[in-house]
C-alpha cells in the first residue's frame, strides 16, 4: 500500500471517529437513539426472550418498525388536534360541543376500565383514550377549524379510514404481507399530502 493510501485510510479513520463521537453527543445531549450503536438486550428481556421461538422473534423484530411508525402517527395526531382545539376553545376544549358526547362517554369509560382493572392509567388526557376512528371523527365533525389544515375533507375520511383498516394487524400483533407494508407506506404519506 502506497502512502498516499494510507494517510487516506487515516484520514477517513480519525474522520469516522469524530463523526462516531459527534453522533453520541448528540444521542446524549438530546436523550434519543439514532440507531448508531447495536441496541444491546436488557436482562429483563433476557429472561424471556429466549424462551420464544427463533421464526416469531424475527417476526416480531420485523413488525416492530411497522408499529413505530404507527405510533408516531398516532400521537402526531393526537397532538395536533389537541393543538388545533386548543386554539378554537381554550383549555375546556374536550368539554366543548366539538367533541362528541358519545367519545366523551367512551373514553370516560374506557378510563374508568383501566382504574377499575387495578393498573397504571394509560394517560391523565382523555385524547389518549380516543379511538383511531374517533380521532377521525373529531377533525370532519369540525371542519370548520381543522378545514384550514387539510385541503381535503373527503380525502381525510378515505386516508383516516385506510389507515384504520391497516391499524388492525398491527395492533393486534399480525404480520402484514409486503403489499400491506407498501400501501401503509403510501397511506401514511397520503397522510401528510392531504394537509394543505
Not at 14 to 37: A, N, P, Q, V
Not at 104 to 120: F, L
Not at 171 to 196: G, N, Q, S, Y
Amino acid at each position: 500500500m502506497n502512502d498516499k493510501a494510507l494517510n487516506h485510510i487515516r484520514a477517513f479513520g480519525m474522520t469516522g471517529c469524530l463523526i462516531s463521537d459527534e453522533i453520541r453527543s448528540i444521542e446524549t445531549e438530546y436523550d434519543i437513539d439514532l440507531g448508531h450503536h447495536a441496541k444491546e438486550s436488557s436482562v429483563e428481556e433476557g429472561r424471556f426472550y429466549p424462551q420464544f421461538e427463533q421464526a416469531v422473534r424475527a417476526e416480531a423484530a420485523s413488525m416492530s418498525q411497522h408499529y413505530e411508525l404507527f405510533y408516531c402517527l398516532e400521537t402526531s395526531i393526537r397532538k395536533l388536534l389537541v393543538d388545533v382545539l386548543f386554539d378554537a376553545e381554550g383549555s375546556n376544549w374536550w368539554g366543548s360541543d366539538r367533541i362528541a358526547q358519545r367519545i366523551r362517554d367512551d373514553v370516560k369509560n374506557r378510563a374508568q376500565k383501566e382504574i377499575d382493572s387495578g393498573i397504571s392509567r394509560r394517560s391523565d388526557n382523555e385524547i389518549d383514550y380516543t379511538t383511531f376512528g374517533e380521532l377521525s371523527v373529531v377533525i370532519t365533525g369540525n371542519w370548520d377549524i381543522f378545514g384550514t389544515i387539510f385541503n381535503s375533507r373527503r380525502a381525510v375520511e378515505r386516508v383516516m379510514g385506510s389507515l384504520n383498516l391497516l391499524r388492525g394487524p398491527i395492533a393486534h400483533c399480525c404480520p402484514i404481507t409486503e403489499d400491506e407494508v407498501d400501501r401503509l407506506h403510501l397511506t401514511v404519506k397520503d397522510w401528510f399530502r392531504t394537509m394543505a
